[in-house]
């Protein structure tokens, strides 16, 4: 009988700080008040954050994205296109409580493994895109 290890790589909470702590940095450079979760692959929280002034339902918005991001492994902004033509669907995702298509919310992977997820909130769809792809590409 043959024995297989199967390495399997996580996101530790001092990672989800630091891609925290790099968004918040992004966002203040381009003058925006975010915030932020970050989500184990099956969308639990591992960290959050929310700038001072960040709107109020910012917060639950970015837990969101988050969570769509590690379920379905794909940024958030592609279900715009995907959903374009599939009203029903779309009607029936938006009625769950944790998914949106609102961009800002990115899949983490390492050597093609999700090990989770970060949601933004607060900025323009591009800005969040940028702020959670600066804190993403800090841990590479």
Known sequence: MQHKTIIKHTLSTTAALQ?????????????IDICIT???????????????HAPSI??????????????FKIPTKDWQTR???????????????NFTFLGGGLPITIEGNLVGAIGISGGSELQDIDCATSAINSLI
Do not use: W, Y
């Not at 891609?19 to 003058?31: D, F, K, P, Y």
């Not at 959903?83 to 409580?97: G, V, Y």
């Open 19 to 31: 891609l925290c702590s790099v968004a918040v940095q992004h966002a203040e450079t381009l003058g």
């Open 58 to 71: 910012s917060f639950d918005v970015s837990r969101k994205k988050a969570i769509t991001a590690a379920s």
């Open 38 to 52: 970050v989500v184990c692959p099956s969308g639990n929280v591992l960290a959050s954050a929310a700038m001072n």
């Open 83 to 97: 959903l374009a033509d599939k009203n029903n669907t779309l009607f029936a995702l938006q009625s769950e409580p």
